[in-house]
């Protein structure tokens, strides 16, 4: 299942007033981030995660990283903070349809 353009757009438009549930240290993407990651996405399914690093580079590939371990999808990514959505047993968020 990927994403359609509206549905991200809905997912953006909730996720506006949200505040990082995860920040990456100076240590970077471990295991214990990642579980805090993947606990966060069942509970609240739409989550932002902020990452700390100053390349460009770097920051690309722990986004990446995040993203195939979690098995979440990458709504948005701006600056440093990631939007992540993953559907939870409950579907607290119902998206739009895709046609």
């Known amino acids: 299942m990927t994403l359609t353009n509206k549905q991200k757009q809905y997912l953006k438009g909730l996720a506006h007033s949200l505040k990082p549930v995860v920040l ?5 993407l471990t295991e214990g981030v990642l579980a805090e990651i993947d606990l966060a996405l069942n ?10 690093s100053e ?16 098995k979440a999808f990458k709504v ?11 559907a939870s047993e409950e579907k607290k968020i ?6």
């Open 24 to 28: 990456l240290g100076q240590h970077g």
């Open 43 to 52: 509970f609240h399914e739409l989550i932002k995660v902020k990452v700390a």
């Open 55 to 70: 390349d460009r580079d770097t920051k690309a590939l722990i986004i990446d990283a995040i993203v195939r371990e979690t």
């Open 76 to 86: 948005q990514s701006v600056g440093h903070v990631l939007t992540l959505y993953r």
């Open 94 to 99: 119902s998206l739009p349809r895709a046609k």
